[in-house]
Structures are given as structure tokens and as C-alpha cells.
Nanobody, 120 residues
Framework: VQLVESGGGLVQAGGSLRLSCAAS????????MGWYRRTPGKQRELVAT????????NYGDSVKGRFTISRDNAKNTIHLQMNSLKPEDTAVYYC??????????????WGQGTQVTVSS
């Protein structure tokens, strides 16, 4: 599965951005998709995930109430609507897909990342 992110950029604090991630390849193996972020010197942090089946969502504590993840299963795409952005949201955001097949079991696929910069 290949993942391509889009929508990153520079925004002022309090503003909004929308990230998208399009999956291609063996998309029938995708069980969940989500976003993680990383800043220099810090560990990778969960932002939000969503299952492809029931659409269950999970958010990192630092983004709850501000970010919303959604999916378009027909287009194999997820979106992350980010509102009320803060300078501490500045990071590289990575799209992730959790895959499962009978042969290989569970695996993960990652996008190349998109930079989000929030200025104060």
C-alpha cells in the first residue's frame, strides 16, 4: 500500500489546515488509517486514527476537540481537519495505514510526511 499526503503548510496560530492521505495498491488489506507527528528531539506522537470498518476514531490528548479525522472509503482517502492550531502543533505529519492479510498478518505502511508549521 502506498500513501501520499497533501495539505501541509504554514498557518498562523488559531488558523486551520486540512491534511489528506490517499492510499493506493492493495487497499483491501487496510484495517485502519491515521496520522502521527514528529518534531525534532521528540518521539512520534499519535494524532488520530480511524478504522475502515466501523469508523471508530481515536485522538491524542493534545488534539482532542481541535482536530477531526474522517474517511472516504470509496476513494481510499482520509482527512484531518485541524482547527485552532497552536505553535506546538508544528511537526511533520505522517499518514499511517494498518494492514492485515492472511498470509502476512499485521503490517504498517507510512507516507513520506508533510510539514505543518504554525507561527505565533
Amino acid at each position: 500500500v502506498q500513501l501520499v499526503e497533501s495539505g501541509g503548510g504554514l498557518v498562523q496560530a488559531g488558523g486551520s489546515l486540512r491534511l489528506s492521505c490517499a492510499a493506493s495498491g492493495s487497499t483491501s488489506s487496510i484495517r485502519a488509517m491515521g496520522w502521527y507527528r514528529r518534531t525534532p528531539g521528540k518521539q512520534r506522537e499519535l494524532v488520530a486514527t480511524i478504522t475502515t470498518g466501523g469508523g471508530s476514531t481515536n485522538y491524542g490528548d493534545s488534539v482532542k476537540g481541535r482536530f477531526t479525522i474522517s474517511r472516504d472509503n470509496a476513494k481510499n482517502t482520509i482527512h484531518l481537519q485541524m482547527n485552532s492550531l497552536k505553535p506546538e502543533d508544528t511537526a511533520v505529519y505522517y499518514c499511517n495505514a494498518v494492514l492485515w492479510t492472511v498470509v502476512a498478518g499485521t503490517a504498517a505502511s507510512w507516507g513520506q510526511g508533510t510539514q505543518v508549521t504554525v507561527s505565533s
